[in-house]
């Protein structure tokens, strides 16, 4: 049973930084996808960023380009998104996604497994 565990999120102000960790538990990740996704509040959920974990390869939304970063801790079966420059668009429920493919997808609908989210405010 593949288990995520999102933490990290909270209130910051515009500008600052936060950085969001995704324990995952249950399986070996060394074939999977590891994503992080967005939803505001009635708005649609959107992709943020992704990592392959064997490789480490990064993927990002425009939006988030240069200002986050992801990356894998295999030690601790962790994915972490650092995440500078905040902004109040960026306000949002996080969500850690996990992906049992080697191709990265942009859409919800490629991840199998969710985290329960964690709440992002950045404070104008």
């Known amino acids: 049973q593949v288990q995520l565990v999102e933490s990290g999120g909270g209130l910051v102000q515009a500008g600052g930084s936060l950085r969001l960790s995704c324990a995952a538990s249950?399986?070996?990740?060394?074939?999977?996808?590891m994503g992080w996704f967005r939803q505001a509040p009635g708005k649609e959920r959107e992709f943020v960023s992704a990592?392959?974990?064997?490789?480490?390869?990064?993927y990002y939304a425009d939006s988030v380009k240069g200002r986050f970063a992801i990356s894998r801790d295999n030690a601790k079966n962790t994915v972490y998104l650092r995440m500078n420059s905040l902004k109040p668009e960026d306000t949002a429920v996080y969500y850690c996604?996990?992906?049992?493919?080697?191709?990265?997808?942009?859409?919800?609908?490629?991840?199998?497994?969710w985290g329960q989210g964690t709440q992002v405010t950045v404070s104008s």
């Open positions: 990592i392959t974990w064997s490789a480490g390869s990064t």
């Open positions: 996604a996990a992906r049992p493919r080697a191709a990265v997808v942009t859409t919800p609908l490629g991840y199998d497994y």
């Open positions: 249950g399986r070996t990740f060394s074939t999977y996808v």
